[in-house]
């Protein structure tokens, strides 16, 4: 499994409703939460996660076949200083 994300993970956003693209790819049949992500039939997924100065972080939980792995992408969220 892969995902990035745009902006980049660590990226410096500014405060707001904030709106990140995720995209990747998993073995077809795998089960992804976290974020709302559409699967394709073969594995390719895209999506959006929301950020605030509270949540700078994705947490996508890949499962499949009775094992999980959770992978994080972290951003820094400026502040009003």
Same mark, same amino acid.
């Given at each position: 499994?892969?995902?990035?994300?745009?902006?980049?993970?660590?990226?410096?956003?500014?405060?707001?409703?904030?709106?990140?693209?995720?995209? =990747?790819?998993?073995?077809?049949?795998?089960?992804?939460? %976290?974020?709302?992500?559409? @699967? #394709?039939? !073969? =594995?390719?997924?895209?999506?959006?996660?929301?950020?605030? %100065?509270?949540?700078?972080? @994705? #947490?996508? !939980?890949?499962?499949?076949?009775?094992?999980?792995?959770?992978?994080?992408?972290?951003?820094? @969220?400026?502040?009003?200083?």
């Amino acid at each position: 499994m892969i995902f990035s994300t745009r902006p980049p993970a660590w990226s410096e956003l500014v405060p707001g409703p904030i709106a990140v693209e995720i995209h =990747g790819a998993v073995l077809p049949g795998t089960e992804i939460t %976290g974020a709302n992500v559409q @699967i #394709e039939p !073969t =594995g390719r997924f895209r999506g959006l996660a929301f950020l605030s %100065g509270k949540k700078d972080r @994705i #947490e996508l !939980t890949f499962k499949k076949g009775g094992k999980e792995k959770k992978l994080v992408r972290r951003f820094r @969220i400026r502040t009003g200083e």
